[in-house]
Nanobody, 126 residues
Framework: QVQLEESGGGLVQAGGSLRLSCAVS????????MGWIRQAPGKEREFVAA????????YYADSVKGRVTISRDNAKNTVYLQMNSLKPEDTAVYYC???????????????????WGQGTQVTVSS
């Protein structure tokens, strides 16, 4: 069983920064593609960023590119999302998700992720 637990969300002013963490239990972490997906009120879940099992390759949504950095520490079974220059439109629940590195689906495909955390709220005030 794989479990994911996010932390680090909160309330921040526009222009501020937050660092989200996702602790993963289970032996499959080091071989999993990890992603961050967000969902704003009344909207569908939206891909934010993903990182390959090795950490070599990263993917970002255009809406966050240049402001967000995804990273992972396989020794700690943890994936991070550093968010800078936050905007009110970044307000959402942020979910950590995992899928097999062998998944044929694109990393930006929200529906391709197998395991999900409970989410952490990020609120950006103007």
């Amino acid at each position: 069983q794989v479990q994911l637990e996010e932390s680090g969300g909160g309330l921040v002013q526009a222009g501020g920064s937050l660092r989200l963490s996702c602790a993963v239990s289970g032996r499959t972490f080091s071989s999993a593609t990890m992603g961050w997906i967000r969902q704003a009120p009344g909207k569908e879940r939206e891909f934010v960023a993903a990182i390959s099992w090795s950490g070599v390759t990263t993917y970002y949504a255009d809406s966050v590119k240049g402001r967000v950095t995804i990273s992972r520490d396989n020794a700690k079974n943890t994936v991070y999302l550093q968010m800078n220059s936050l905007k009110p439109e970044d307000t959402a629940v942020y979910y950590c998700a995992a899928k097999s590195r062998y998944s044929a689906s694109a990393s930006y495909s929200v529906g391709s992720y197998t395991y999900w955390g409970q989410g952490t709220q990020v609120t950006v005030s103007s």
